[in-house]
């Protein structure tokens, strides 16, 4: 054994009984014109805990949404983002044994593979204290080069509304804090979609005009969403992503065309099949919900979220 060797594997044993309590908000990405940009964090929660053992293999609990579904190996993807981030900090990872309580549903486009991934990254910068700390770009960027784009992973870390941007440096945000009237309302079906499937249904290029349509009510959202709710209708168009992607959800296409054909500000959450009514009160929200159960040909759950403005937490536990 090399002074080198011996020297990481005491490090690992450090770390052994370490324990932190870690919780991640699902989100909602592209909020219409913001395509891979835009992102708000809302209050449902992914809860974890994690500790750095000394057993032959790790030990995983997953309780709630993905339950019986997920692996219980190294393959899962908290797992696989704290060893992401470990390998980064040049520490081995310790067996851990991680128990999860899982809110945020699934393939539902509401970032719950963006929230895992942050969980990842955020119980291994907990286990990681004292030893090797990392910044917020950092942070953004071991969660970005998992999740692949930064607009899940930017509000789940950092709570509220982000704008995210990639640089040859890696990803960057900045934070807003929301207008306290902008009242979530997230409707979510049974079935799932595909994110990857979503996205190759995108073309590779598009007009120049679509371009164009969306740099300006991209723009206007971000006035809409930290001043002017009025405006979010006209705000949340988009030519960019929605309608290419229409043929694989079409419950979802017709169910935005009723909400904003009545006035309200309705989008894909994420890549779909949610739908992201961004109401400017709790009655619109009310209104939005009737119109949905007069509507709907299917079954779908109405959730008021407010946002989450907090992001990300990791705390101490004892072991
Ligand atoms: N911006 C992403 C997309 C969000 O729409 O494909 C889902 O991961």
């Known amino acids: 054994m090399t002074a080198a060797t011996a020297a990481a594997d005491s490090l690992a044993e450090s770390l052994v009984g370490r324990a932190v309590h870690v919780k991640v908000p699902a989100t909602s990405a592209n909020l219409g014109p913001g395509f891979d940009t835009l992102g708000l964090a809302l209050a449902r929660y992914d809860e974890l805990d994690v500790?750095?053992?000394d057993a032959a293999d790790h030990r995983i609990e997953v309780h709630g949404v993905g339950e019986g579904q997920v692996p219980l190996d190294e393959s899962h993807l908290v797992v696989r983002a704290i060893a992401h981030t470990f390998h980064r900090a040049g520490v081995p990872m310790p067996k851990l044994h991680l128990v999860a309580h899982n809110s945020i549903p699934h393939g539902r486009g509401l970032g719950s593979s963006g929230a895992a991934i942050v969980a990842g990254v955020m119980a291994a910068k907990g286990l990681l204290a004292g030893i090797v700390e990392f910044?917020?770009?950092?942070?953004?960027?071991?969660?970005?080069?998992?999740?692949?784009?930064?607009d899940n992973v930017a509000p789940a870390l950092f709570g509220g509304l982000t704008i995210a941007w990639?640089?040859?440096e890696g990803p960057r945000h900045k934070k807003?804090?929301?207008?306290?009237?902008?009242?979530?309302l997230v409707l979510v079906p049974e079935h799932e979609m595909s994110t990857a499937l979503a996205r190759s249904l995108q073309p590779e290029s598009v007009p120049h005009e679509d371009a164009v349509f969306n740099v300006s009510r991209s723009a206007?959202?971000?006035?809409?969403?930290?001043?002017?709710?009025?405006?979010?209708?006209a705000a949340t168009e988009d030519k960019l992503h929605q309608h290419y992607r229409a043929q694989a959800m079409p419950e979802t296409d017709r169910l935005i065309r009723v909400l904003r054909a009545a006035g309200h500000p309705a989008v894909v959450s994420g890549?779909?099949?949610?739908?992201?009514?961004?109401?400017?009160?709790?009655?619109?929200?009310?209104?939005a919900i009737r119109l949905l159960e007069e509507s709907a040909?299917?079954?779908?759950?109405?959730?008021?979220?407010?946002?989450?403005f907090l992001g990300a937490t990791v705390t101490d536990a004892a072991s």
Do not use: C, M, Y
Not at 176 to 184: A, D, E, F, K, Q
Not at 220 to 230: C, D, K, N, R, V
Not at 278 to 286: G, M, N, Q, T, Y
């Open 271 to 287: 890549a779909g099949p949610s739908i992201l009514v961004l109401a400017s009160d709790p009655s619109e929200r009310a209104d």
């Open 220 to 233: 206007l959202l971000i006035a809409a969403l930290i001043q002017s709710p009025e405006l979010l209708l």
């Open 176 to 184: 807003l804090i929301v207008h306290r009237g902008v009242s979530p």
């Open 166 to 168: 990639v640089t040859p």
């Open 297 to 308: 040909d299917t079954e779908w759950h109405a959730l008021p979220l407010a946002v989450d």
């Open 51 to 53: 500790e750095a053992t």
């Open 135 to 150: 910044t917020p770009d950092e942070l953004l960027e071991l969660a970005t080069e998992l999740e692949g784009h930064p």
